[in-house]
């Protein structure tokens, strides 16, 4: 019978095999970060699959459906790589929500009281982050390839999750950007830059949008970047209802990812349910 057992030269290995399949760094971070963690549940010494199962076990007592099967996914990965295939595990059959969660679901309302708090707090940068993600569709990690040249020609070449994809930026909000560039005196290179000149990063940004919540009367658990991404997908398919274009511009491999972005809310469903003439 086969042993095994997690060693760092293994886990060195898996980190150069996931670099050159030129996956993004914080995929390559969380792999590693899920293989440790597994491997400090086992211990040091021969794993079995019943360590793997009874792991998955204990994922499910702390973490939701979906992260306990990210984790997994992560494992898995590293047990092919290894060879080691009978040490893989199922992930856990999960139902495709029907309706979002409104406590999470951000509003253009509530949007709308997060760019007036920016104003208010003199941020124009963080409004303008905001606007450029909102209307664009683009991931956080992205801005990056919002650039003055990119602007100048009011679209940007955006590579995100190995794909490369035109992002294009509507009249307005290139004349808005234009002008912030010229304020900035930026002449090339990413518009959104931190106060050391290097692009914004995701955690800045972040906090900044956390700093609005009081302000705005917004949930916190409702602001974060991607969510403006959510709130784009929301309007583009309430407007469209063409799911196979939107992943598209989302740069979506599945259309099964984007369909998380376009579900309704419960109340959208019962304004629905109002108009069939179906109760006498």
Not at 10 to 37: C, G, M, N, P, W
Not at 85 to 109: C, G, M, N, T
Not at 216 to 244: I, S, W
Request: hydrophobic share 40%; proline share 2%.
């Amino acid at each position: 019978m086969e042993r095994f057992r997690i060693t760092k030269n293994q886990i060195e290995l898996f980190k150069q095999h996931l670099i050159e399949e030129e996956r993004s760094r914080l995929t390559v971070d969380k792999y590693l970060r899920d293989i440790r963690a597994f491997q400090m549940f086992s211990g040091d010494g021969e794993i079995t699959k019943q360590d793997v199962i009874e792991y998955k076990r204990s994922l499910t007592t702390r973490y939701k459906d979906a992260s306990t099967n990210s984790m997994v996914a992560a494992l898995n990965s590293f047990f092919s790589f290894c060879g080691w295939v009978e040490l893989k595990v199922k992930a856990i059959k999960i139902q495709r929500a029907i309706y979002a969660e409104p406590e999470k679901e951000l509003s253009r309302e509530e949007y709308s009281r997060l760019l007036h708090a920016a104003v208010q707090h003199k941020n124009n940068r963080l409004n303008l982050v905001m606007q450029t993600i909102c209307s664009t569709g683009i991931r956080v990690s992205e801005l990056q390839y919002i650039t003055v040249e990119a602007i100048n020609v009011g679209r940007a070449m955006v590579l995100g999750k190995g794909k490369r994809r035109t992002v294009f930026l509507s009249p307005k909000l290139q004349s808005r950007l234009l002008k912030y560039v010229k304020q900035q005196k930026l002449t090339s290179g990413a518009v959104f830059l931190s106060r050391n000149g290097n692009p914004l990063n995701r955690h800045a940004i972040w906090a900044d949008m956390k700093a609005l919540c009081a302000e705005a009367g917004v949930a916190p658990q409702k602001v974060f970047p991607h969510n403006l991404r959510h709130l784009f997908a929301r309007t583009f398919y309430a407007l469209e209802k063409d799911l196979l274009r939107l992943a598209d511009i989302l740069g979506h491999s599945s259309i099964n990812t984007t369909r998380v972005y376009t579900v309704e809310c419960g109340s959208e469903h019962i304004k629905l349910l109002q108009k069939m003439p179906l109760l006498m």
